[in-house]
């Protein structure tokens, strides 16, 4: 008989898998939760303080696209109004870098920023990690295939 080319690893093994598999963001991948809040909140107040770059602006931008998709999905659909208008305020501040090559935000926008972001909190609290990484995956599709994407350089 051959000897085995590769190393045995084991499988992983749940210990609890309804809460691995079926639970929230919260329980089982705190961690993930935290990084990902601190890299959105993180863009976000970069933003405000007026040091905001354009990896700043994209980070809020997939954010609230994955919120959106999110709340197509019934999963926060309560904040849908918020969500759009977080985007309408991520695109008037899009027109603005184009021209002026800086992210600067109005006060409105700012606030309905704000208003967004904490819906999108709200939503990954209380979702699968796989309904998060499902989202990311349409989000990248609908940017990569042009669908209901909105190129700002075009509409100024």
Same mark, same amino acid.
């Given at each position: 008989?051959?000897?085995?080319?590769?190393?045995?690893?084991?499988?992983?093994?749940?210990?609890?898998?309804?809460?691995?598999?079926?639970?929230?963001?919260?329980?089982?991948?705190?961690?993930?939760?935290?990084?990902?809040? !601190?890299?959105?909140?993180?863009? @976000?107040?970069?933003?405000?303080? #007026? =040091?905001?770059? *354009?990896? /700043?602006?994209? &980070?809020?931008?997939?954010? !609230?696209?994955?919120?959106?998709? @999110?709340?197509?999905?019934?999963? #926060? =659909?309560?904040? *849908?109004? /918020?969500?759009? &208008?977080?985007?309408?305020?991520?695109?008037?501040?899009?027109?603005?870098?184009?021209?002026?090559?800086?992210?600067?935000?109005?006060? /409105?926008?700012?606030?309905?920023?704000?208003?967004?972001?904490?819906?999108?909190?709200?939503?990954?609290?209380?979702?699968?990690?796989?309904?998060?990484?499902?989202?990311?995956?349409?989000?990248?599709?609908?940017?990569?295939?042009?669908?209901?994407?909105?190129?700002?350089?075009?509409?100024?």
């Amino acid at each position: 008989m051959k000897k085995p080319r590769k190393a045995y690893k084991p499988k992983y093994v749940a210990k609890n898998p309804m809460a691995t598999f079926f639970g929230g963001m919260s329980n089982q991948h705190a961690d993930e939760l935290r990084i990902l809040n !601190i890299k959105n909140h993180g863009a @976000l107040a970069a933003i405000a303080q #007026g =040091n905001g770059t *354009r990896d /700043d602006w994209d &980070a809020v931008v997939h954010a !609230i696209n994955v919120g959106n998709i @999110l709340c197509e999905r019934g999963i #926060g =659909n309560e904040y *849908r109004q /918020d969500m759009l &208008a977080a985007r309408d305020a991520l695109e008037s501040c899009g027109k603005r870098i184009v021209k002026t090559d800086r992210v600067i935000l109005t006060g /409105d926008e700012l606030k309905a920023l704000n208003i967004g972001i904490a819906a999108h909190d709200e939503q990954l609290e209380n979702v699968r990690y796989i309904d998060i990484d499902r989202a990311d995956d349409e989000v990248s599709r609908r940017v990569r295939h042009h669908i209901n994407t909105t190129d700002v350089r075009k509409t100024i």
